[in-house]
């Protein structure tokens, strides 16, 4: 069982804290965007605005679903360190490599089977 790297922990505190703020950040453009859309008539056919404010909407969207599944993916990269299981591919068990936890520290897989999925 590879031990996981000595800043491991310090590691995804910092990512999750970070994906938190940009979350933090997201939530309020949201807001702005709801807050845009009752300004508007809610014709998005016949406003020329309507449509903007439509696709914005769906932008934020999908960006929040995108931070909220990576503050799991390092919640869990917690609960694997926690565990003992930190490092190593859920899929083959094998050592993620060092290089895929610096850039991705809440990586559940190595680089061969992450692109398998």
Request: aromatic residues 2%; charged residues 25%.
């Amino acid at each position: 069982m590879p031990s996981p790297p000595p800043d491991a922990s310090q590691r995804l505190r910092l990512e999750r804290r970070a994906i938190a703020d940009h979350l933090a950040i997201l939530d309020a453009s949201m807001r702005d965007v709801v807050e845009s859309a009752g300004s508007t008539t809610g014709d998005d056919e016949h406003d020329p605005e309507g449509s903007t404010i439509a696709f914005e909407r769906a932008q934020v969207s999908a960006l929040r679903q995108q931070a909220r599944q990576r503050l799991a993916e390092v919640d869990a990269a917690s609960a694997r360190l926690d565990a003992g299981t930190y490092g190593m591919c859920g899929r083959c068990g094998l050592e993620i490599g060092a290089e895929r936890l610096a850039a991705r520290p809440g990586a559940a897989y190595c680089v061969r089977c992450a692109g398998a999925r």
